[in-house]
């Protein structure tokens, strides 16, 4: 069974910080990883999606790498802003066993980005 | 639609009673998943949908639960004789294509349900 684990739990940090956000997943066998991000009392938002195959992906100030063997991904956020307050949450999607076709969500860290 | 539709967007009801929560899908999409989020904890997953069959519904918590979806398109979360432990966020995400082929899946806003 796939289970996903997201460090730091929770992140505050002044404006202008790059930061880094780490997941790891126990089950390598994956068809791609995604990243999202929570908004209190909102849905999820679809940040970057990393195929199996891939390395890495960039949107904006976002860059999302993804080690599979090991089990790793890390998400980049550059010059952070206010509004990149949220939960951001990472989703290995399985393509073996009982994970097969199903995202696995980490409980997510709680960025904080203060002015 | 633009986006992933769910409704009701709050729901209180009172333990014993069923309930039924809506989602529609972005237009096109053939793949549909609920998620259930309860309060502090992470997602997990209920059930998936193609087109308009469930290859899995292994997620789903009880008996009490069921799921449909008709003509490729709306889907109903049903619960019956609700309990407190219902109380949570269910969350609906479509994709274009089963998520396996690698297409980005996307969320509606949820349906936040209070049993009292």
């Known amino acids: 069974k796939q289970e996903v684990t997201q460090i730091p739990a929770a992140l505050s940090v002044p404006e202008g910080e790059n930061l880094v956000l780490n997941c790891s997943f126990t089950?390598?066998?994956?068809?791609?990883l995604q990243w999202f991000r929570q908004d209190p009392g909102k849905g999820l938002t679809s940040l970057l999606l990393?195929?199996?195959?891939?390395r890495e992906q960039t949107s904006g100030r976002l860059n999302a790498s993804l080690d599979k063997s090991s089990g790793r991904s890390t998400l980049y956020i550059a010059a952070s802003q206010p509004g990149d307050s949220a939960t951001y949450l990472c989703?290995?999607?399985?393509?073996?066993?009982?994970?097969?076709?199903?995202?696995?969500f980490g409980q997510g860290t709680i960025l904080t980005v203060h002015p | 639609g633009a986006g992933v539709s769910q409704s009701p967007s709050n729901k209180v009801t009172e333990k014993g009673k069923d309930v039924e929560l809506r989602c529609d899908p972005i237009?096109?999409?053939?793949?549909l998943y609920w998620y259930r989020q309860r309060l502090g904890q992470g997602l997990e997953f209920l059930i998936y949908?193609?087109?308009?069959?469930?290859?899995?519904k292994s997620g789903l918590p009880s008996d009490r639960f069921s799921a449909e979806r008709t003509g490729e398109s709306v889907s109903t979360l049903t619960i019956q004789r609700t309990q407190q432990e219902d109380s949570a966020v269910y969350l609906c995400?479509?994709?274009?294509?089963?998520?396996?082929?690698?297409?980005?899946?996307?969320f509606g806003e949820g349906s936040w349900l209070t049993v009292v």
């Open positions: 995400a479509s994709s274009l294509v089963p998520s396996y082929q690698g297409n980005t899946i996307y």
């Open positions: 089950d390598s066998a994956i068809y791609n």
């Open positions: 990393i195929q199996s195959s891939q």
């Open positions: 989703a290995p999607l399985g393509a073996g066993g009982t994970s097969y076709g199903k995202l696995t």
């Open positions: 237009s096109g999409h053939t793949a």
């Open positions: 949908f193609q087109g308009n069959s469930a290859p899995d």
